[in-house]
C-alpha cells in the first residue's frame, strides 16, 4: 500500500492552532513537553471509526480533517502519527515504535506489539524521549520522559518510570510504568524496543485493531479526555470520571442517546451519523 502519510503536506499552523499552542516553535525540551500537554489537553481519544466496523485513515490529510476540523479525536496509531508530522516540521528527529500493551498481563510476551509510541531526538541532546499522545489508558504520559532508567518522573500530575525487563532478542526491553497513587506501587503500562518501525507497518497493525473481532476497539466505544482538574473516561457504557484530587466518581450510561450526549457534550467528540453504539 502507498505511504502516502510522507508525501501529504503538513499544515502545522492548523495543528497549533487546534492544541491552543501560541508558544515558541523550535526544536527543544520547552516545546516538546508544551505540545505533547496541549495535544494531551486538546484532542480527544475515541476509537468510533472502528466501531463502525472501518479502519481510520492514517493518511496525513486524512487525519487533518478529521482531528483538526471535524471535532473528532482518534486513537493511538492517528495522534502519533498526527503529533510526529507536527515533530518533524519543527525539527524533531522522530522514530515510530511499537510497543506491546501489558496493563493487566501476566507476561510481557503475552500480547503482540499493537500500540504506537515514538522517540523524539532533540537537537544537542544526548538522549532521545519517549513522547506518546496516543495511549487510551489513565497511566498516560501528559508530558515525554527522556529515555534513561533508575529516575522518576514527575509530569503534569502523573509519575512514570522507565525500566529494563529480561527478554529472548538482542535488542534492550524498555517498560514503561506508572505509579498508581490508590495502590501505592507502579504498574507496567508497556514494553518496547528501538527497533524502528515505519508508516506501513502501522496501516497493517492499524486495519487489524480496527476490523479484527478479537479486538477490543472493534466491539464497543472507548473514549478518554484529559483535563487540568479532570480526567474523563468511557468504557462502553461506564463513564469514569477522576478528579485532580483523587476522587473517582462511576456511572452506568443505559441509553444509546446518553452515550452519544456523553460524547457530544463531555468528550468533545462529534458522533459520525449512522452509527450504531453497541451495549
Not at 503475552?110 to 538522549?127: C, F, K, N
Not at 529494563?164 to 514494553?191: K, N, S, T
Not at 473516561?233 to 466518581?249: I, K, P, Q
Amino acid at each position: 500500500m502507498p505511504d502516502t502519510v510522507q508525501r501529504t503536506p503538513f499544515d502545522l499552523d492548523t495543528y497549533l492552532k487546534r492544541i491552543g499552542w501560541e508558544g515558541e516553535r523550535r526544536a527543544d525540551t520547552a516545546t516538546l513537553r508544551g505540545l505533547h500537554l496541549a495535544h494531551m489537553r486538546s484532542i480527544p481519544f475515541e476509537n468510533l471509526d472502528a466501531v463502525g466496523g472501518r479502519a481510520p485513515s492514517l493518511d496525513l490529510a486524512d487525519l487533518t480533517a478529521k482531528l483538526l476540523h471535524d471535532r473528532r479525536g482518534g486513537y493511538c496509531y492517528e495522534h502519533n502519527t498526527l503529533f510526529a508530522a507536527a515533530l518533524g516540521a519543527l525539527g524533531f528527529d522522530v522514530t515510530r515504535l511499537a510497543a506491546r500493551v501489558v496493563v493487566g498481563a501476566d507476561r510481557l510476551e503475552s500480547r503482540p506489539r499493537t500500540h504506537m509510541a515514538l522517540l523524539a531526538g532533540v537537537p544537542g541532546e544526548p538522549r532521545p524521549y519517549l513522547a506518546d499522545v496516543g495511549f487510551g489508558a489513565s497511566g498516560a504520559l501528559l508530558e515525554p520522559v527522556p529515555l534513561t532508567t533508575g529516575t522518576e518522573f514527575h509530569g503534569a500530575g502523573r509519575r512514570h518510570r522507565l525500566v529494563h525487563a529480561p527478554h529472548r532478542g538482542p535488542l534492550e526491553m524498555w517498560v514503561l510504568e506508572a505509579f498508581r497513587a490508590a495502590e501505592g506501587d507502579w504498574e507496567a503500562q508497556y514494553a518496547f524496543t528501538l527497533e524502528p518501525f515505519e508508516h506501513a507497518d502501522f496501516e497493517v497493525i492499524n486495519w487489524h485493531i480496527a476490523t479484527s473481532p478479537r479486538s477490543p476497539f472493534s466491539r464497543r466505544p472507548y473514549a478518554q479526555r484529559t483535563a487540568a482538574d479532570r480526567y474523563l473516561l468511557l468504557d462502553g457504557r461506564l463513564l469514569t470520571e477522576v478528579r485532580a484530587d483523587g476522587r473517582v466518581t462511576e456511572r452506568e450510561l443505559t441509553e444509546e442517546a446518553e452515550v452519544r450526549r456523553v460524547l457530544e457534550e463531555e468528550f468533545g467528540v462529534r458522533v459520525p451519523e449512522g452509527l450504531t453504539l453497541p451495549d
